[in-house]
């Protein structure tokens, strides 16, 4: 099993491009997250998703687009980039409901910068 | 809404204890979570509690929970320079898997 993979890993965008930050898990998980992490501040959800074809905001949702078509994927859509939106931002996924287990498992990151 | 409350920093010498204290808001989280980052890396858990229970020891690490005062804390016994990281408390609201987390603690172990 690969886990969770995000690419890409780095990525510098001029204000007002648009970009997808892709999120793939083949752990069959049905909860999937996107955070951003910004210094003093934690990690902050963006969207998460309960299984394909549903997706809720998190706390700071605007600017962001998601979508889940299949349980696997879970990519983060940047649709006009500001510099406020520079920030490390990580996937994770988490099994079912239920499980024993409920670690959340992180991909790497993507450290974005707007200029 | 939930929130979840920690230091910013803990510095330590090598071979002393660090404790690493997290306070949170919702009463209904099932699971709470410390989570290990290491430089440019991403999260890695280390041990998690159930919220029915008082105390967890996992090898040099204890987790202790006083659930009246929402506070949860993580003991590292004989803390090693491989410790310094930034330490994460998060809590599960029980919504779907969602996770919320504090700001994280800065530990640094001098030698």
């Known amino acids: 099993n690969a886990g969770v993979t995000q690419t890409p890993k780095f990525q510098v965008l001029k204000t007002g491009q648009s970009m997808t930050l892709q999120c793939a898990q083949d752990m069959n998980h049905e909860y999937m997250s996107w955070y951003r992490q910004d210094p003093g501040m934690g990690l902050r959800l963006i969207h998460y998703s309960v299984g394909a074809g549903i997706t809720d905001q998190g706390e700071v949702p605007n600017g962001y687009n998601v979508s889940r078509s299949t349980t696997e994927d879970f990519p983060l859509r940047l649709l006009s980039a500001a510099p406020s939106q520079t920030s490390v931002y990580f996937c994770?996924?988490?099994?079912?409901?239920?499980?024993?287990?409920?670690?959340?498992?992180f991909g790497q990151g993507t450290r974005l910068t707007v200029v | 809404g939930e929130d979840v409350e920690q230091s910013l920093f803990l510095s330590v010498r090598e071979g002393d204890s660090s404790v690493i204290n997290c306070t949170y808001t919702?009463?209904?989280?099932?699971?709470l979570y410390w989570y290990k980052q290491e430089p440019g890396a991403g999260l890695q858990l280390l041990t998690y509690?159930?919220?029915?229970?008082d105390m967890k020891q996992d090898q040099r690490l204890t987790v202790l929970l006083n659930k009246k005062d929402k506070h949860l804390s993580l003991r590292i016994a004989d803390t090693q320079t491989g410790d310094s990281a930034i330490y994460f408390c998060a809590e599960n609201d029980n919504q779907g898997g969602k996770l919320i987390f504090g700001q994280g603690t800065e530990l640094s172990v001098k030698p």
């Open positions: 509690i159930f919220s029915n229970m």
């Open positions: 919702d009463s209904s989280s099932t699971y």
């Open positions: 994770a996924s988490i099994p079912t409901e239920g499980s024993l287990n409920t670690e959340a498992f």
